[in-house]
């Protein structure tokens, strides 16, 4: 059988396209792949469950556009389906007055972006919505809040499956192969015939272009974002949402307090480089993973570029103490035996060979491919508009 879209990758990104392409056209055949034995078993599965709003993107970029019209694509896409999710709001706090100018620009581009409700914020003001923060001013952030992402990614796949698309668990994808109509896709479970493949890899969506045969413009590499958990005894010292001011330099967002929407507070992720792409504790290792990321000159020009950045990471990942001094800078009261160890993601940042992060996010197509190449924060939340977007671009090609 001969499908007429083969989706590679079972994360939220390559489920709300299967999904978004059997909407528009319920009579195509779609098939999805995915190498693990569930749905969302990497960062989908592994992510703060924090929908964004559009405040942190350039305006104009694919990332403040697909954010803004996703979230509210999700918040429907919720309600429809009884998913867990509340918009709880945040409050992104400045601390020091260098942040300010920051903070100010924040306001801008959240206005620019079309954000409604934004408020700027007192330190008594501060005070009222989260009681234990402390800062000098703040956002606050109506729109934004907390979902349960793997029941997305399992609604998503109910849909897809009672839509006529099938999905293929423990199925890794290996060679990508041209054909005189189409593709032939080389898996651990066989061979499949396709006329278009669109690959949404995460931390192997660059091996996935070579798997095509093509050169991929931008290379992953593996940051592992580490969380605390909030002991149940002082969890009343977070209400929803606290974030610092990012540094504009990094696409991270900083380590925020995060309520989980099935009850618990977090607290994190940092941003080191992992040992595997999907390296979840500092033991992880794989040899091929560490030798690409070790011979890619951007990595060497980007630790080049921040060292100290970089060093700082290292040091507050192996130091519970010095993760807790970045947290008391939000929340003062906050003590390093209220912390628990908790789990951690592993983010895919394709990177430049001149040591620069992408920062939008990026697509690469040829004739009958197309391979979503960076899709980190906020691509969870805005995971349908992205879907939507690369549907239309494959609904050029097929007729
Ligand atoms: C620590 C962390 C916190 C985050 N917090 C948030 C947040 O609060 N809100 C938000 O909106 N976003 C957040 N993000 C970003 C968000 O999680 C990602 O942008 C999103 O999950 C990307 O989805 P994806 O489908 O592209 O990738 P993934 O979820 O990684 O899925 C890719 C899938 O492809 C599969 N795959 C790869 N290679 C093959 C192959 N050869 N054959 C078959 N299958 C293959 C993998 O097994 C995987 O399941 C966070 C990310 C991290 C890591």
């Given amino acids: ?23 528009a056209r319920p009579q195509l055949k779609v098939l999805l792949l995915e190498k693990e034995s569930k749905l969302a078993a990497h960062q989908t599965g592994n992510n703060s469950g924090v929908l964004h709003s559009g405040l942190y993107y350039k305006p104009g970029s694919e990332k403040a556009r697909c954010a803004v019209q996703g979230l509210q694509q999700m918040l ?15 409050i992104v706090v400045a601390t020091e007055e260098s942040e300010l100018p920051r903070l100010e620009n924040l306001w801008e581009r959240g206005n620019a972006n079309g954000l409604l409700g934004l408020r700027k914020l007192s330190p008594q003001q501060i005070k009222e919505i989260e009681p234990h923060a402390a800062g000098i001013a ?3 952030v ?4 907390i979902v349960d992402y793997p029941a997305v990614c399992e609604k998503l796949g109910e849909l897809i499956r009672q839509a006529g698309g099938e999905i293929k668990l423990n199925t890794r994808v290996g060679k990508i192969v041209s054909t005189a109509d189409g593709w032939t896709v080389i898996t651990s479970a066989g061979d499949f015939q396709t006329k278009f493949v669109v690959t949404c890899g995460g931390l192997h ?13 931008a290379k992953i590499v593996p940051f592992r974002g580490e969380y605390y958990q909030i002991k149940k ?14 540094d504009p330099k990094f696409p991270f967002l900083g380590v925020h307090f995060t309520r989980l929407i099935h009850g618990g507070i977090e607290a994190g992720p940092n941003a080191v480089l992992a040992f595997a792409r999907e390296g979840y504790k500092w033991s992880d290792f794989n040899l091929r993973d560490f030798t690409e990321s070790l011979c890619f000159p951007g990595l060497w020009k980007f630790m080049a570029k921040y060292p100290s950045m970089c060093g700082y990471e290292i040091r507050r ?4 103490a010095e993760f807790t001094r970045s947290l008391q800078k939000l929340v003062p009261d906050i003590r390093e035996d209220d912390l628990e160890t908790g789990g951690a993601g592993v983010r895919a940042q394709a990177m430049l060979p001149e ?16 391979h979503v190449i960076n899709a980190p924060s906020p691509a969870a939340t805005a995971s349908l508009a992205i879907g939507a977007k690369i549907v239309e671009k494959v609904l050029t090609q097929l007729k």
């Fill in 205 to 217: 969506a660059d091996r996935l272009v070579r798997a095509a045969g093509q050169m991929p413009t």
């Fill in 317 to 320: 990942s192996l130091s519970r």
């Fill in 355 to 370: 040591g620069k992060l992408v920062e939008d996010f990026h697509f690469e197509e040829a004739r009958g491919i197309m």
């Fill in 142 to 145: 109506p729109q934004e809040g």
């Fill in 233 to 246: 005894e002082r969890q009343s010292l977070v209400r929803h949402l606290i974030y610092p001011v990012p």
């Fill in 138 to 140: 703040a956002i606050h």
């Fill in 76 to 90: 429907a896409f919720c309600r429809a389906h009884g998913i867990a999710h509340d918009q709880c709001g945040k």
């Fill in 1 to 23: 059988m001969k499908f007429d879209l083969m989706v590679v990758g079972g994360g939220i990104v390559g489920l709300a396209t299967a999904h978004r392409l059997l909407e």
